[in-house]
């Protein structure tokens, strides 16, 4: 059984906005930062966007996405939430929900040791 599965991907149009949800099955990962990672067709995977485990309100984004897309979490649901707004075409891709017990905010953004969910699908129509 996957111990982090993400829903809320779907087909939209540019413009549009879509939520992610990431389910933490375990818990394992209440107050360790967590983030978002994708990977568009034919290109190599992508950091979107993390969030620190002791403080929500430290966050980092990608600049593709900085200024369009929120990054937040509920640890008491074991939940991490991506506010996707103002969707592009170029924004379609899997989008991965990845965390490491214990990490930083850099090392999500490294993408090095972490777990990963299965992935959901993001399409954005132009």
């Known amino acids: 059984q996957a111990q982090l599965v993400e829903s809320g991907g779907g087909l939209v149009q540019a413009g549009d906005s879509l939520r992610l949800s990431c389910t933490d099955s375990?818990?394992?990962?209440?107050?360790?930062?967590m983030g978002w990672f994708r990977r568009a067709p034919g290109k190599d995977r992508e950091f979107v966007a993390t969030?620190?485990?002791?403080?929500?309100?430290?966050?980092y984004y990608a600049d593709s996405v900085n200024g369009r897309f929120v990054i937040s979490r509920e640890d008491a649901e074991n939940k991490l939430y991506l506010q996707m707004d103002r969707l592009k075409p170029e924004d379609t891709a899997v989008y991965y929900c990845?965390?490491?017990?214990?990490?930083?905010?850099?090392?999500?953004?490294?993408?090095?040791?972490?777990?990963w969910g299965p992935g959901v699908q993001v399409t954005v129509s132009s």
């Open positions: 969030i620190a485990g002791t403080n929500a309100l430290v966050t």
């Open positions: 990845v965390a490491r017990p214990g990490a930083s905010t850099a090392t999500i953004r490294s993408g090095d040791g972490l777990s």
């Open positions: 375990r818990g394992t990962f209440s107050g360790s930062s």
